[in-house]
């Protein structure tokens, strides 16, 4: 009867050890699965972190064009180096910009860095064609990307079908076609493209998107490297995925695998899930499937222990039963046995472990919470140092984050979610706050759907909100000099104006320019110029308090706002900003001094809106610029006047180079101790359709802001030196032309590949046929360019004179460094002669100092006889003037000479 009791008693025990061993085994293929879910989980959030990242990239190259009518190659390359040259950006192939042009409408091709004309030769675009989209700017400038560089996106009909629906829809539109194509076939490019207005595009009607649009801005990204990127963390955790683009009524196309396609599909996997992603408005679905090594790990070792320790316990219990052990015996080995299968609640810990995320598991009923060491170490607490109670936890949660965590929380409890995520902030151990990423799912409900346990991870995600920051600084922070850019300027400069609109106080804005500048940037070079605007940055800095900002825009412009507008305190900040940028700046090897011009605009007396207000204040800078520069000038409505003028008359040089509206002038230069007229100054004028003829003090500035002073200048060398030629056949073959060259020229031409004096002056017959006009300002960069530039015209036969000597920087070092042949007076002084013995004596010292370093001298603005015998009596070589002529047409000019040469020596033809 013993051995029958004993029988059944272990018959029943063994019983009992298989089914808890197969629970104990079901229960860590469950674990297993879990994880396996938040693994995939994962890899999609991380997904669409990555896509978010590269959306706030191409917002904040939107921003800088939103900010600015006009970007650079130079400003856009480096705004976009900071992103394309990461380490951690692999999959990004080029950031751009993309710009559209109607032919029929003049305004979305004004701002080019180059002619309409030029640019649709260099883009061979089809002809015919009204609408055009050049890729006007791309990085990094690899040879696919060269390759695309100022082609036109609009020959691709699904490009263009892509592009105009971002623009008239004003949204981000992701495309799967691309410009590189058909240059790369195995890769498959994605490509972001983000509209730009000419505006703001909240302002801007629906209908009237098109005629504002500006262009896109674009980013692509080799789709397959994006997704490994993306994938890679997890795949190590023995996962596998295919990611299919579910492309409308084209079926589904593939974009990555994690391995080999040949044994794709000869794995047979335990787990698996399919999870459709939204990736700007295109369904993508990620299929992950178990690995074996990943099937491999589940952890059956507590099963197996389970099933030994009840096989024993078996035995032990029908020995028991056999030999009649006491019932505390027996009651002693149940009580063990109970204890050994209550530590399974922390064997899902174990598995999840290697994730490297703490993980908590929440008894609701008991209120109680289990958590990993790896959560508590998390926060700095050792194992034994953090008690059960989830009060504990939420109270160390931020107070600003406390109000949303437990409203989701809430939720997932009542029954109304099954899962959560959330990002907050947690208290550690020592005081300090980290970001931590919160997931939890519900692991079991009672009958009423109310949670009764929680699972969940938490993970440490400062590193990644330490990341976000860094792309916040390259988009708001300038990164030459640390201070805000134009971006963040405008953002907080809208925010003032808002409070002053409600506080009924003033709002000042100064916008500087420093004066000289690219001289030092050109002469220095580049590293020297950051060098200068780092220390500028500095010095503007200190000349703040309490009550200013300061941001610079770009280059070397810089803009302060000032909340206290008081006459007396703008004025006086103004001054010492003047008096501090007017310090040297010491550079790597020299000292470099620079000025700056400063506007003042005040809100609202000179604006209503932060557009005209900037507008204003730039009026303001450009009156200082006219007035010499190092000093300020307050907005007045007669600048607006002005600057209207200076932008129509800009439109219009544009139309007068290809309308053949200039015509040259030559005013003769006669030898005073001869009578000859050998030389005539060339002068531009400029016959206006609607206007007249323009004197060149008001469009010679505009040119050369704008640079058109360059091809303008070739013309007028080009049409002079041409008429000399005819005046050496007809008149004399030693005639000489005299031709004006502006600073801008002088280094535009340097930089040149091509080069007027080999293609003009070519032949042995015409060297000595042209006199180059130069200014003492061009000789202030006393620097190799403009050495190497002058010893090349003394080679070529071209001669050089020094105009308006004596009102600028003169100095003796000057002429005796540099191959200068004449050196001409300016009218002022010639003006005086006869009744100003302080001019009489400062000519008569040019002349000597000229004669004396084997210089000939030119009196400018002779207008009297008595001017003229004294110069002559002085030993002056050569004059012009009203006197003698002024300035003719060409044929008139030939007629004057003849008639000219026809008079008796000494006489004078008026």
Not at 77 to 83: A, G, Q, R, W
Not at 167 to 192: A, I
Not at 254 to 263: N, T
Request: proline fraction near 3%; hydrophobic fraction near 40%.
């Amino acid at each position: 009867m013993s051995r029958w009791i004993a029988g059944v008693i272990f018959s029943g025990a063994v019983l009992t050890t298989f089914l808890l061993w197969m629970s104990e085994r079901h229960h860590a293929e469950e674990l297993q699965e879990i994880q396996f879910r938040q693994l995939v989980i994962s890899a999609s959030e991380e997904i669409h972190h990555r896509i978010d990242a590269y959306r706030q990239v191409l917002k904040g190259v939107e921003q800088l064009y939103t900010s600015s009518e006009h970007v650079s190659a130079y400003e856009f390359k480096l705004y976009v180096d900071d992103f394309t040259e990461r380490p951690e950006s692999g999959s990004l192939s080029a950031i751009g910009f993309i710009k559209y042009i109607h032919l029929q409408h003049p305004d979305t091709f004004k701002h080019l860095d180059m002619p309409i004309q030029q640019l649709l030769r260099q883009g061979r675009y089809a002809p015919g064609a009204e609408e055009v989209a050049p890729v006007l700017y791309v990085e990094p400038r690899n040879n696919n990307n060269r390759e695309i560089l100022l082609k036109d996106t609009f020959d691709n009909a699904l490009i263009r079908d892509d592009l105009l629906t971002a623009g008239d829809s004003g949204q981000l539109v992701m495309s799967t076609h691309s410009m590189v194509d058909t240059l790369s076939p195995t890769q498959k490019n994605y490509v972001l493209h983000a509209p730009v207005y000419r505006g703001k595009r909240m302002e801007i009607p629906a209908g009237a998107r098109r005629s504002m649009l500006n262009g896109w801005v674009f980013l692509r990204f080799d789709v397959s490297a994006f997704l490994h990127e993306a994938l890679q963390a997890t795949e190590q955790q023995q996962l596998h995925f295919d990611v299919f683009d579910q492309m409308r009524g084209r079926g589904q196309t593939p974009l990555y695998h994690s391995q080999d396609e040949l044994s794709l599909h000869d794995i047979s996997a335990i787990y698996s899930m399919s999870h459709a992603l939204n990736i700007n408005d295109q369904v993508w679905s990620l299929r992950a499937r178990s690995t074996p090594a990943f099937e491999a790990a589940i952890d059956y070792s507590d099963a197996n222990r389970i099933g030994l320790l009840g096989i024993f316990l078996s035995a032990l219990l029908g020995g028991i039963a056999y030999f009649a052990v006491t019932r505390s015996q027996t009651q002693l080995a149940l009580e063990k046995f109970n204890q050994e299968f209550n530590t399974s609640e922390q064997r899902w810990m174990l598995a999840l472990e290697s994730t490297g995320d703490g993980l908590w598991d929440w008894y609701v009923p008991e209120s109680r919470i289990v958590y990993s060491d790896r959560w508590k170490s998390m926060l700095g607490f050792l194992p034994h140092e953090f008690d059960h109670q989830p009060a504990s936890w939420h109270k160390r949660i931020h107070e600003d984050d406390y109000p949303a965590a437990m409203a989701m929380l809430q939720q997932v409890l009542s029954g109304e979610r099954d899962h959560y995520a959330m990002e907050y902030r947690m208290a550690c151990k020592d005081g300090s706050w980290k970001w931590v990423f919160d997931r939890g799912m519900v692991f079991k409900r009672d009958e009423d759907g109310m949670s009764i346990r929680l699972l969940g991870t938490l993970a440490d995600i400062s590193k990644i909100k330490q990341s976000e920051e860094v792309i916040w600084q390259y988009a708001n922070v300038d990164t030459l000099t640390g201070l805000p850019n134009r971006r963040m300027f405008f953002e907080r400069l809208d925010q003032q104006l808002r409070q002053v609109k409600h506080n009924n106080h003033k709002v000042a804005i100064i916008f500087l320019d420093l004066d000289r500048f690219k001289e030092v940037n050109d002469s220095q070079g580049h590293d020297q110029g950051d060098r200068l605007l780092q220390q500028a940055g500095q010095r503007l800095t200190h000349c703040l308090d309490e009550n200013g900002q300061v941001a610079r825009l770009g280059g070397d412009e810089f803009v302060l706002m000032l909340s206290n507008a008081h006459a007396g305190y703008v004025e006086d900040l103004a001054q010492k900003v003047i008096d501090s940028l007017s310090e040297p700046f010491k550079l790597e090897h020299t000292h470099a001094y620079v000025a700056a011009s400063l506007g003042i605009a005040i809100f609202p007396d000179d604006a209503s809106n932060k557009d005209d207000l900037m507008k204003r204040v730039d009026q303001a800078m450009y009156a200082s610029k006219q007035k010499g520069g190092n000093c300020f000038t307050y907005f007045t409505p007669r600048m607006q006047e002005q600057a209207e003028r200076r932008m129509q008359l800009s439109h219009d040089l544009h139309m007068a180079i290809n309308g053949q509206q200039f015509f040259l002038e030559y005013q003769p230069v006669v030898n005073l101790q001869t009578n000859a007229v050998l030389k005539a100054e060339a002068l531009i004028r400029w016959r206006h359709p609607v206007k007249g003829v323009i004197p060149p003090m008001e469009f010679i500035c505009i040119a050369e802001d704008t640079l058109l002073i360059v091809p303008i200048g070739e013309w007028v060398f080009k049409t002079a030196i041409e008429q000399c030629r005819q005046w050496r056949t007809a008149l004399n073959p030693d005639f000489q032309v005299a031709i004006n060259k502006s600073p801008v020229q002088f280094a535009a031409e340097y930089k040149r590949q091509r080069d007027w004096l080999k293609d003009i002056l070519h032949g042995s017959s015409e060297r000595n046929m042209v006199v180059v006009e130069i200014t003492e300002r061009l000789l202030l960069d006393a620097n190799t360019q403009v050495s190497e530039r002058l010893a090349k015209y003394q080679q070529a036969g071209v001669q050089v004179a020094l105009d308006d000597f004596g009102t600028g920087y003169s100095a003796l070092s000057y002429l005796k460094k540099f191959p200068i042949d004449y050196v001409k007076i300016d009218r002022s002084f010639v003006g005086e002669l006869g009744t100003s013995s302080e001019d009489e004596a400062l000519c008569r010292a040019i002349i000597m100092m000229a004669h004396s370093l084997g210089m000939q001298v030119i009196a400018e603005g002779i207008e009297n006889q008595r001017q003229l015998e004294i110069l002559r009596d002085m030993g002056c070589d050569h004059g012009q003037g009203f006197y003698f002529s002024r300035p003719l047409p060409p044929d008139d000019f030939a007629a004057w000479v003849q008639q000219w040469q026809q008079q008796p020596t000494g006489v004078t033809m008026r």
